[in-house]
């Protein structure tokens, strides 16, 4: 059944998913609106990854329902929901190391390798240095450099949603922020954001929306700027790092 509601880009709805008899995902309902952002935060094992993988057809839901732009996306595969306008970007192993960003890229149209040219342009746009090098293996970049590649990648089907797994984890602070400034100019270019991020205070001063995680539930909700002040989410989850400035 179709959802309506036509500013939603993403909702999920009472979402749970387990490993055996282990629920992993308990009734997890979030939304993101069209052109949002949306952080995803909480302690180590609490489902944040899970969940996005989830969102992503790569682990079968066992309850609940998942709507794209109105449409029921629950039960879809990785390749329906990139065709459909929803980008990935895992947290490790997310480049072709033997390929050139710019085969890499290419990857990233598979589906519409007649895209390649205007893709790679918008892309090139956003991340200059990947124009400059594009002849260069991506096995030889530095870990922001492979961020950069993994994130326009991702975009190369003009994606209407961008799903960022711990997009800054193993950077450098400074390389960390780019990250998340990479991230911003991306969703004013047009794309809906969902982040998963342990660094929880930089990730709650971009997003306009934020869920805590804990123990595979929703355990609060709200906006980022109001979570990132909540003395019971800075206590349990933020503690010193709530304190850091943008």
Do not use: H
Not at 174 to 194: C, P, W, Y
Request: one cysteine or more; glycine letters at 10%; aromatic letters at 6%.
């Amino acid at each position: 059944m179709a959802d309506p509601t036509p500013d939603v880009a993403l909702r999920l709805r009472s979402l749970s998913l387990a490993y055996g008899e282990q629920w992993a995902l308990r009734r997890i309902d979030v939304e993101l609106p069209v052109g949002g952002t949306l952080a995803v935060i909480g302690p180590n094992g609490a489902g944040k990854s899970t969940l996005l993988k989830a969102l992503f057809g790569l682990i079968p839901v066992r309850e609940g329902t998942v709507t794209f732009l109105g449409d029921d996306i629950s039960g879809l595969k990785a390749n329906k929901l990139v065709g459909k306008g929803i980008g990935f970007v895992p947290q490790t192993e997310n480049v072709f190391p033997s390929l050139t960003i710019a085969e890499n890229l290419q990857m990233g149209c598979f589906q519409d390798p007649k895209r390649y040219t205007e893709r790679f342009k918008f892309v090139a746009d956003l991340f200059p240095a990947l124009n400059d090098r594009r002849n260069q293996r991506a096995g030889s970049l530095s870990g922001g450099e492979r961020q950069m590649v993994a994130m326009g990648r991702a975009l190369m089907m003009d994606p209407s949603v961008l799903l960022l797994d711990e997009p800054s984890a193993g950077l450098s602070p400074s390389l960390q922020d780019e990250v998340f400034v990479q991230t911003r100019a991306i969703n004013k270019a047009g794309v809906s954001v969902i982040m998963v991020e342990q660094n929880a205070a930089r990730c709650l001063q971009i997003c306009d929306r934020a869920y805590v995680l804990d123990q595979g539930r929703n355990a609060y909700t709200g906006t980022g700027q109001a979570l990132a002040k909540d003395p019971k989410v800075i206590e349990l989850y933020l503690g010193t790092l709530a304190t850091a400035e943008p």
